[in-house]
Structure formats: C-alpha cells, structure tokens
C-alpha cells in the first residue's frame, strides 16, 4: 500500500469515473486501475462496484475511502506545517461563500487582502450553502463563508460575526409605524422570498412561522436568487420581505426608513467559516478571519447574544 494509491481510491470515488479519475491524477487510465486493483488484492477486498455507474463505493470501501482522506490529509498537514513556520504568508485559498452574504461582504475584506498579503491567491466561487458543504468535503474548496450552525459532523465552524434580520416594506405596510416590529405582526402573505436551495429562505420562513402553509400564505409567488432583486420589488409596492444586516448596508437614507428592526429576541444571521474536519492551512484561515473580523462594521455584532435563526 502507498499514498499514491490512496489518492487513486479518493479520485474515483470523487469523480465516480474511472477514466475522469485518471486524468485528475495524470496518469493513464490503465495504471490508476492497475494500481487500485492490486491495493484490493493486498486488502482482500472490492473497494468499488464496477457494474454500477456511475462507480460506487462498496460499504467496506466507503470506510477506506474515508480512512484514506484522513492519511492524506495528516501527510498534507506535514507541509502546513513547515509552511506555518516561516514568516511567508503566500498560498492558495479556494474560497466559497453563499450568494446572500457576497456582495456585502466580498467588498469590505478583498481590497485589504489583495494589498497586505500580496502573495495569497485567492479563487472566490459564488455557490449555496449544499455546493459548498459538497466541494469542502471534497477538497475542491478549502473555506466556506454561510450562514450557520448547519449541523454536519464533517465541517468546522468559526464564528465570524452576529447579522440582526431587519423588516423592510414599503409606504402601505402599517407595521412601519412602528419604531420595532414583532415577528408575529408580519402578514406571511406579503413576504418576498428567496429561491429555493438558499438558506436565506429557510430562516425567512422560520421567522415568519410559514413553513407549514407557505403556498396557500402567499399571494405574490415571486421566488427570486438576488437580495437586490427582492429589494427592488419592495420598492415597487409588490410586497415585503426580511433583510439580514449587511444587505442594507448599501441603502440611501430614503430606502433605510423604510427598514424596522425586531423586539427581542432579535432574530440574527450566524455567519461562519467553514471548512472540513481535516482542515488544512491553518496559517492561511487565521489571516482570513482575522481580516474579515477587523473589516465588520461595528454595528455588527462579533459575540452572539440575540436568537439565532435556524437553517
């Protein structure tokens, strides 16, 4: 048994594909085979079902598969290691972050990034939050940036900062007289929500109490993928709909009256870095959270003590 072949093992399994697993690894189809057969004669065991496709992972070869990760990480950490020990911050992260969170958020941290840490490579990919849980564990990301707690035994989470959830409607919205709103007052017919598969419309329906009845509540079934979208359909007298903090960050003075904070509890966003069990580059995920945190408005609270709204 050696390394090479355990990452042979975690490619196909990966890709689900004998031939696409060869090309990830560079080699030729017919060695990554080879290989991977003599490590199943050396265990005594069939590691994947080749009549199925796609390739599946037996039960026993899931385990290795998994076990194999672990190896490959902790020889990876090796290098970390080193690398953590000298005073050169360079390196590549691979940085996922939910669509909710991007436009806010990326503007206030990447400049500063970029500027003091000239040597970091940083690929960004806007994704939801189950892309992003899916490519951590995978390896094809090293951090994600979403909203938490999700509740996943494989993923590690570092708390970055408490976003509250705010009321925004238009002119006709009674609620509006008043200096604070109830999450109870909000008529769940009137609300404007994201597409599925975002988290934020899960805590929207959360808060609102909609999930059981949310098809007969609402009258406008207007599902959209951009914040800025619902905002604009706000503005256009079409409804109402429920803003987490940052996303009102970027409003004229006019369109912020038209925003009502909650009674307590308040209802926030937890929002966290997220990377997989066998995180690597530790050094590189301590400057990333440490330059977001000193670039977080100091409205936002950094230290939880308001209700966290479930994902």
Do not use: W
């Not at 080749?50 to 990760?69: E, F, L």
């Not at 050169?88 to 500027?115: C, D, H, Q, R």
């Not at 604070?180 to 959360?206: F, K, W």
């Amino acid at each position: 048994m050696n390394l090479q072949q355990l990452e042979y093992i975690v490619a196909v399994d990966k890709y689900r594909h004998f031939l696409k697993a060869s090309e990830a690894c560079f080699v030729t189809q017919a060695t990554l085979s080879a290989m991977i057969k003599k490590l199943e004669e050396e265990l005594n065991i069939i590691i994947f079902d080749r009549s199925k496709y796609p390739v599946q992972a037996t039960v026993v070869g899931s385990s290795v598969i998994a076990q194999a990760k672990v190896i490959l990480a902790e020889k990876q950490k090796i290098f970390d290691i080193v690398h953590d020990n000298t005073n050169n911050i360079s390196g590549e992260i691979k940085l996922g972050i939910i669509p909710t969170l991007a436009p806010y958020l990326l503007p206030l941290f990447l400049t500063k990034v970029v500027k003091k840490y000239p040597e970091i490579q940083l690929t960004i990919s806007e994704l939801t939050t189950e892309e992003i849980k899916k490519q951590l564990k995978n390896n094809d990301l090293d951090v994600g940036i979403l909203a938490t707690p999700l509740n996943d035994e494989d993923l590690s989470e570092t708390v970055l900062f408490y976003e509250e959830f705010m009321l925004y409607s238009n002119a006709g919205n009674k609620l509006l007289k008043n200096k604070l709103v109830s999450a109870a007052d909000i008529d769940p017919s009137d609300i404007l929500l994201m597409n599925e598969g975002h988290c934020l419309r899960t805590q929207v329906l959360n808060i609102c109490d909609m999930k059981k009845n949310i098809k007969g509540n609402i009258k406008l079934n207007y599902q959209s993928g951009s914040v800025e979208t619902l905002k604009q359909m706000v503005k256009l007298n079409l409804g109402s709909t429920i803003l987490p903090e940052l996303a009102t960050s970027n409003m004229s003075k006019n369109e912020q009256s038209y925003l009502r904070k909650f009674k307590a509890p308040v209802p926030v966003r937890e929002v966290s870095l997220v990377t997989y069990k066998l995180m690597r580059k530790q050094k590189l995920m301590e400057v990333l959270k440490d330059t977001i945190q000193g670039c977080i408005p100091d409205s936002i609270n950094k230290t939880r003590n308001k209700e966290v709204i479930g994902l």
